[in-house]
């Protein structure tokens, strides 16, 4: 039997939220549930949309400090709880994003980014709908302006993180910290040989996976470079690029001809190489490092973008879950004690058993399956 419609909303700005919304979306298809992911930026236009994950994709790439000095601006604003201007932008479209969910039936929304869920917030403000949401929160953190969003349930990554919340304005019975959302196939382990003889790499030398972001932010080359210079052909290199077609092109033109690294363009097989891996190198985004730490792989935390990055690799390491450093040659340093030295790669492990919830991705869903058949049993009652 279908359930009701449920909406996923979010935004293009980072592979994140798009990935949370994904991971979302394929669980409820999974329980039997009618769920579609939706762009909320688009209703504001085609030309606004680009232009503004152009400019997030320019200041967090090309001047990233820039983009720290307006994060750590937010968290000063939102201590004065004036509305933003970050949310009366995202009001501009939200008569629209109003009528979507009306014409379609919505019996409840899952959002997975601010704009979306701000956007949501003055939908409910201007009682234009009663249609019941859900926040998730993709980074270890409680960023600015999430007093503004004003959901029905917030979805934080830890119960470590409620307090936090409180503070930034959120009721604490409508915090539920289930984790953050990966995709189920995520939940499933390859074992290392299997993964590596699928994949056609060998089972007698280390292979590190360095997970480049959706923008490719960080010391990749660098990176590259060293660990080359280091290990030589006693390694390999996969390093996924995703849609960075730049990076890509650049490593293929500097490194192609060592037999060592691989530059790899978008995969479907993340999860494959995942377990194929001795150690994750990543920037610290919320829902890869998430991912990496549901797939119990030992993780090594590279230059973060100022802000929510900073944050997330901070409460990783602080708690075992990762080795951060922005120095290279540490960070090779700590990967190869992670790859050869079985009881500190043991202990790494267990921290993120204990703190990462597996499972996040199925609470969530049915959580917004109870909201939406709630909704419905409501309109029911009232016909």
């Given at each position: 039997?279908?359930?009701?419609?449920?909406?996923?909303?979010?935004?293009?700005?980072?592979?994140?939220?798009?990935?949370?919304?994904?991971?979302?979306?394929?669980?409820?298809?999974?329980?039997?549930?009618?769920?579609?992911?939706?762009?909320?930026?688009?209703?504001?236009?085609?030309?606004?949309?680009?232009?503004?994950?152009?400019?997030?994709?320019?200041?967090?790439?090309?001047?990233?400090?820039?983009?720290?000095?307006?994060?750590?601006?937010?968290?000063?604003?939102?201590?004065?709880?004036?509305?933003?201007?970050?949310?009366?932008?995202?009001?501009?479209?939200?008569?629209?994003?109003?009528?979507?969910?009306?014409?379609?039936?919505?019996?409840?929304?899952?959002?997975?980014?601010?704009?979306?869920?701000?956007?949501?917030?003055?939908?409910?403000?201007?009682?234009?709908?009663?249609?019941?949401?859900?926040?998730?929160?993709?980074?270890?953190?409680?960023?600015?302006?999430?007093?503004?969003?004003?959901?029905?349930?917030?979805?934080?990554?830890s119960e470590e993180l409620i307090e936090e919340c409180v503070k930034?304005?959120?009721?604490?019975?409508?915090?539920?910290?289930?984790?953050?959302?990966?995709?189920?196939?995520?939940?499933?382990?390859?074992?290392?040989?299997?993964?590596?003889?699928?994949?056609?790499?060998?089972?007698?030398?280390?292979?590190?996976?360095?997970?480049?972001?959706?923008?490719?932010?960080?010391?990749?080359?660098?990176?590259?470079?060293?660990?080359?210079?280091?290990?030589?052909?006693?390694?390999?290199?996969?390093?996924?690029?995703?849609?960075?077609?730049?990076?890509?092109?650049?490593?293929?033109?500097?490194?192609?001809?060592?037999?060592?690294?691989?530059?790899?363009?978008?995969?479907?097989?993340?999860?494959?190489?995942?377990?194929?891996?001795?150690?994750?190198?990543?920037?610290?985004?919320?829902?890869?490092?998430?991912?990496?730490?549901?797939?119990?792989?030992?993780?090594?935390?590279?230059?973060?973008?100022?802000?929510?990055?900073?944050?997330?690799?901070?409460?990783?390491?602080?708690?075992?879950?990762?080795?951060?450093?922005?120095?290279?040659?540490?960070?090779?340093?700590?990967?190869?004690?992670?790859?050869?030295?079985?009881?500190?790669?043991?202990?790494?492990?267990?921290?993120?058993?204990?703190?990462?919830n597996p499972n996040a991705c199925e609470n969530i869903c049915d959580?917004?399956?109870?909201?939406?058949?709630?909704?419905?049993?409501?309109?029911?009652?009232?016909?």
């Open positions: 039997m279908n359930i009701i419609n449920i909406l996923i909303l979010s935004c293009s700005t980072g592979g994140g939220h798009n990935a949370a919304a994904r991971a979302v979306e394929e669980m409820l298809k999974r329980k039997k549930a009618s769920a579609e992911v939706f762009d909320a930026l688009s209703l504001a236009g085609e030309g606004i949309n680009k232009n503004i994950c152009r400019s997030y994709e320019g200041i967090t790439t090309k001047h990233p400090k820039a983009f720290g000095l307006i994060y750590h601006a937010g968290d000063l604003f939102s201590g004065i709880k004036i509305k933003s201007p970050i949310y009366l932008a995202n009001s501009l479209y939200s008569s629209k994003l109003a009528a979507y969910i009306e014409e379609n039936e919505i019996k409840a929304v899952v959002a997975t980014h601010l704009f979306a869920a701000q956007a949501m917030s003055r939908i409910r403000n201007a009682g234009k709908s009663a249609v019941p949401y859900i926040f998730i929160m993709t980074d270890y953190t409680s960023f600015p302006f999430i007093w503004e969003t004003k959901p029905n349930y917030l979805i934080a990554p930034k304005g959120t009721e604490k019975s409508k915090i539920m910290p289930y984790g953050i959302p990966v995709h189920p196939d995520f939940q499933i382990k390859v074992p290392k040989k299997e993964a590596r003889s699928n994949l056609g790499l060998p089972l007698d030398k280390l292979v590190y996976l360095i997970m480049c972001g959706s923008m490719g932010f960080g010391d990749i080359e660098e990176l590259a470079k060293k660990t080359v210079s280091i290990y030589g052909g006693n390694i390999r290199l996969g390093i996924l690029c995703g849609n960075n077609k730049a990076l890509f092109n650049s490593l293929t033109d500097t490194l192609g001809q060592e037999e060592s690294v691989m530059p790899l363009q978008f995969t479907d097989k993340v999860s494959l190489y995942m377990d194929a891996a001795d150690v994750v190198f990543t920037k610290p985004g919320g829902l890869t490092s998430t991912e990496a730490a549901v797939k119990k792989i030992p993780i090594i935390h590279t230059r973060p973008i100022p802000g929510c990055e900073e944050r997330n690799a901070l409460f990783f390491s602080s708690r075992g879950m990762s080795f951060y450093s922005s120095d290279v040659v540490t960070q090779l340093f700590y990967a190869y004690k992670l790859a050869c030295d079985e009881s500190y790669r043991s202990e790494m492990k267990q921290a993120q058993k204990k703190y990462i959580l917004a399956i109870d909201l939406a058949q709630s909704t419905e049993y409501q309109r029911q009652q009232n016909s």
